[in-house]
T-cell receptor, first 111, second 110 residues
Framework: DTAVSQTPKYLVTQMGNDKSIKCEQNLGHDTMYWYKQDSKKFLKIMFSYNNKELIINETVPNRFSPKSPDKAHLNLHINSLELGDSAVYFC??????????FGPGTRLLVL | KNEVEQSPQNLTAQEGEFITINCSYSVGISALHWLQQHPGGGIVSLFMLSSGKKKHGRLIATINIQEKHSSLHITASHPRDSAVYICATTSGGGADGLTFGKGTHLIIQP
């Protein structure tokens, strides 16, 4: 009965490939987020999205794009993967201006 | 752009001790969040507060809006409290992501 789920949990891929990470929430939340945790364990917002607005962190390369087929899903597409994209990616969701619920994370390793 | 600073970065204490973790931020916010990241990597929201004080079990969070400062306290600490505690802020937009501090790595020894 997972609240926020992500697939896959682990992703190992070659430089230059394109990959997607899926996120689903069953909490009825209206806002979803993608965060990146780097090798030093520092967390940073990548995107936040509700049905009215998409906010993109200006430091995120345009190789990264969020896609939301419906309110319960916010998938992350990454084109032309680079070594520096290796990190843990967390999806989260919330109702507007309330506490966020995090997914378990996807560990991406780019070789 | 908000800067979120936490102290200490690392804290080792004995079981039963009273723990305080501090967080300061640079600009006005709509809310401050305390999160816990377990050794296995999962992240859990502990508190979200915009004024005053909140308590949940042995955890207490306080915020001083004028001083742009928040504290997280753990009473009667236990080894299972060992984790990384992260302070984060939101600034008010409808789809507003978190701005994080670097975290405090807490170890409680038996």
């Amino acid at each position: 009965d997972t609240a926020v789920s992500q697939t896959p949990k682990y992703l190992v891929t070659q430089m230059g490939n394109d990959k997607s990470i899926k996120c689903e929430q069953n909490l009825g939340h209206d806002t979803m987020y993608w965060y990146k945790q780097d090798s030093k364990k520092f967390l940073k917002i990548m995107f936040s999205y509700n049905n009215k607005e998409l906010i993109i962190n200006e430091t995120v390369p345009n190789r990264f794009s969020p896609k939301s087929p419906d309110k319960a899903h916010l998938n992350l597409h990454i084109n032309s993967l680079e070594l520096g994209d290796s990190a843990v990616y967390f999806c989260a969701s919330s109702l507007t201006r309330t506490a966020q619920y995090f997914g378990p994370g996807t560990r991406l390793l780019v070789l | 752009k908000n800067e979120v600073e936490q102290s200490p970065q690392n804290l080792t204490a004995q079981e039963g001790e009273f723990i305080t973790i501090n967080c300061s931020y640079s600009v006005g916010i709509s809310a401050l969040h305390w999160l816990q990241q377990h050794p296995g990597g999962g992240i859990v929201s502990l508190f979200m507060l915009s004024s005053g004080k909140k308590k949940h079990g042995r955890l207490i969070a306080t915020i001083n809006i004028q001083e742009k400062h928040s504290s997280l306290h753990i009473t009667a600490s236990h080894p299972r409290d060992s984790a990384v505690y992260i302070c984060a802020t939101t600034s008010g937009g409808g789809a507003d992501g978190l701005t994080f501090g670097k975290g405090t790595h807490l170890i409680i020894q038996p």
